[in-house]
């Protein structure tokens, strides 16, 4: 108590039990005296943080430990290095960088600091380093592998070499023989003295001289042919000269393009000489055969209805690889029966590229018809080749068909429908009808609706 002669003193409270404090009160006139008794029990607050995980953690790793307090305390927030983290008022928190941790609480109307606990994520090494010349002869090869790893907070760090042919070494670089031909594996593993790890891996070879080999797409004369470098170097670095037999040489080991002007057979050359076995070329010659293209064609010129589709069909004989040009108005441009809806005229210019890779350009001209009314071709040919082989009428901006007829050469109906878009096939009772001339009749409602007859002739042609 500060003051005990005090008529409101401040007392303080020392232990955790129940303290009784009596006072006295004097009258100063009479000295009459009486005394009251009350009795202070204290709160203690909880200032204990529980831990569930650990406290170190290396980067990258999943963070999972979370501090909690007494589930008692009713006010709470959160600091890390003496910043209070915004939002952290609960009576639990997950921590997800390195630094002091510790909370400010509430219990039963008492304040106090909680301990404090360090949280540390520790930085990962990163694992390099480098091999002065990772293809070496396997006679005399001495690998060179110097350590270039760093970590940013500078811990120690302790290292191991690791080979595929089961040896190790823990100097921080080494050099490396290795006994024979072949690939093999470098490990490089890293740890800190906080237990956080980084690894790095290469391969380095040791080979013996190279074999030649090479390939090469179909050729056709006047295109670009790519020869293909299938070469075994066996891990090393290597020297070539090509010789392609139509007055070209190259010494990339990937040549540029080769064009041939003339068609026929060529026997092309490759030699190999690779890194420490250079004084032996080995040399490979292959028959390189050189075709021409097919010579182009115009198809028929095509009439379709402006708003109707059309399948188109070119030859298949040539080629199995198709581009069509310009891409417009047609459902697929990389096959030889695309289906054509009608817009506008076009020209196409159809690509066939056959297994040799010789492309052949063909051309087909569509006439889209926009005038309103009808059309009706002069003469079909049913033949199922999928050109022509039904007729139908196309109404152009009128509002619908009333119906369509063929008449053969006695005047006897062998065909009629209503629907729009169905057409004759030229056969009458599943009979394919003979060649010649036939009379069609058609009714079609006009834009005004207005019932409109027309008729006229076909050729059926086989």
């Known amino acids: 108590m500060n003051n005990s002669s005090l008529s409101n003193p401040i007392a303080t ?23 009251d008794t009350t009795i202070v029990t204290p709160y ?29 305390i009713t006010g709470t927030q959160w600091y890390w290095n003496s910043n209070p983290v915004p939002g952290a008022t ?18 039963n109307g008492c304040s106090d600091s909680t301990q404090s606990t360090v949280f540390t994520i520790h930085a990962l090494p990163n694992a390099a380093f480098t091999i002065d010349k990772d293809v070496q002869c396997v006679t005399n090869n001495l690998f060179t592998l ?13 290292y191991l070499w690791q080979f595929s042919d089961g040896t190790t070494d823990q100097t921080p670089s080494t050099t490396k023989t290795f006994a024979t031909v072949g690939n093999f594996f470098v490990n490089l593993l890293a740890t800190t003295v906080d237990g956080c790890t980084d690894n790095i891996s290469k391969t380095v070879r040791t080979v013996t001289n190279g074999k030649p080999d090479f390939s090469w797409d179909s050729i056709c004369t006047n295109r670009p042919v790519w020869f293909k470098n299938l070469s075994n170097e066996n891990g090393a670095a290597a020297n070539y000269l090509w010789d392609f037999k139509n007055g070209d040489t190259s010494v990339l080991k990937t040549p540029l393009a080769v064009i041939y002007n003339t068609p026929g057979v060529y026997n092309v050359t490759l030699s190999i000489a ?14 390189v055969i050189v075709n021409k293209s097919t010579p182009a064609i115009r198809y028929p010129d095509v009439t379709v209805v402006e708003g109707y589709t059309k399948y188109l069909h070119v030859r298949s004989n040539v080629g199995n690889i198709y581009d069509w040009q310009p891409q417009t108005q047609l459902n697929k441009y990389g096959e030889n029966y695309p289906l054509f809806t009608a817009v506008n005229d076009v020209r196409y ?6 297994q040799h890779t010789c492309v052949t350009i063909d051309t087909m001209q569509i006439f889209v018809l926009k005038e309103p009314g ?5 003469a079909f040919t049913p033949n199922g080749d999928g050109l ?7 109404m152009i901006g009128m509002k619908g068909l009333r119906s369509f007829s063929i008449y053969n050469r006695g005047g006897n109906l062998i065909f009629r429908t209503t629907k729009v878009g169905e057409g004759w096939d030229g056969t009458y009772k599943g009979e394919k009808q003979p060649p010649a001339v036939y009379v069609w009749m058609l009714e079609y409602f006009d834009s005004d609706n207005k019932v409109v007859m027309a008729k006229g002739t076909l050729t059926l042609v086989r």
């Open 374 to 378: 009808y059309y009706l071709p002069t």
């Open 388 to 394: 022509n082989d039904v007729v139908r009428p196309y």
């Open 274 to 287: 690779t890194i420490g076995c250079e004084t032996q070329p080995i040399p490979i010659s292959k028959k």
């Open 13 to 35: 409270v020392t232990s955790i039990n129940p303290t009784m404090f009596i006072v006295k009160t004097i009258d100063s006139v009479s000295t009459c005296y009486s005394y």
């Open 349 to 354: 210019l159809i690509a066939i590229t056959d």
């Open 90 to 107: 609960t009576n639990s928190y997950q921590p997800a960088t390195s630094g002091v941790y510790w909370a400010t609480i509430t219990q």
């Open 146 to 158: 110097t350590n270039l790893t760093t970590v940013s907070d500078n811990a120690a760090i302790n």
């Open 44 to 72: 203690v607050v909880d200032t204990t943080i529980n831990i569930a995980g650990k406290s170190n953690y290396c980067f990258g790793e999943t963070l999972t430990t979370t501090y909690t307090l007494n589930p008692a």
